[in-house]
């Protein structure tokens, strides 16, 4: 998808990009819960919270610091493992699979993108985004192909043999989403995506991430703090305590009216 997208014409203007996708949901969270334990307590970063997810949307998650927004971020991302309920994506309970089933389905399905980047210092911006593809069997001259179309879509591709230390925050992001949708991933999650860059950095990664799911049909789900960053989603949602908090109020609003004693 990748290659044959390469030269579409993107646009730059984000207020054009928010129609709901429509049709089944491509995630579906069924009461899905996360516990560990801290010595003698029982931490519950998530409770049993139920969320779909339609391919191509574009949501942000937002609320106060632990509320459940990464947890849940690493649950969709196969990074972390669900302690109750279902996580269903493409058809898939990710949450039934052995660790060995889902760090394969992870490197087929998911790119991720950080907020300080984890690019390899020693490695160049090339390097760092052929990674992902060394988990793959293919030819030098198929990751070779694949590496060039991802820069270039990022738009980074004249700085293919610059070092991460060469490169500016906006730059190094670039390298980041490029690692991130090199294996032409259904699913891009990003955590605080723009949580380290300037204004103006900041702005031109959320274009960047518009026009992945505009133009590419991904589906991308980001965590931020940022009500700027999150105006470019097709949607916000709010977590509290674990909790959706719209969901609750929704589902307080069309309670069943009690009829009360006289």
């Known amino acids: 998808m990748l290659a044959a997208r390469k030269n579409s014409t993107m646009t730059n203007n984000h207020t054009n990009h928010r129609t709901q996708p429509s049709g089944p949901p491509l995630i579906q969270c069924r009461r899905l819960t996360k516990t560990y334990k801290k010595g003698d307590n029982t931490i519950t970063p998530l409770q049993e919270l139920d ?68 690019l390899v210092p020693v490695l160049t911006a090339y390097e760092n985004v052929e990674l992902p593809l060394l988990l ?77 799911c505009e133009d590419l049909g991904k589906t991308l789900i980001i965590v931020t703090h940022d009500a700027k960053s999150a105006a470019y989603a097709k949607r916000t949602l709010h977590l509290e305590k674990g909790r959706l908090v719209e969901a609750e109020l929704l589902a307080t609003r069309h309670a069943p009216l009690v009829p009360q004693e006289a």
């Open 136 to 212: 793959h069997s293919m030819s030098a001259k198929d990751r070779h192909e694949k590496v060039q179309t991802a820069m270039q879509l990022v738009g980074i591709a004249d700085r293919h043999d610059h070092y991460p230390r060469q490169l500016s925050g906006g730059q190094e992001q670039r390298v980041a989403i490029a690692r991130a949708i090199v294996t032409d991933p259904t699913i891009i999650v990003g955590d605080e995506p723009t949580g380290d860059l300037d204004q103006e950095s900041a702005q031109a990664i959320m274009d960047l991430m518009v026009r992945l």
């Open 51 to 118: 969320l779909d997810v339609p391919a191509g949307d574009f949501l942000a998650l937002m609320g106060p610091s632990g509320s459940g927004k990464t947890t849940l971020l690493n649950l969709i991302a196969g990074i972390d493992r669900p302690s109750g309920g279902q996580l269903i994506i493409g058809g898939t309970d990710i949450s039934t699979l052995s660790r060995s089933k889902l760090a394969d389905w992870r490197s087929v399905n998911v790119g991720y993108v950080f907020q300080l980047y984890n």
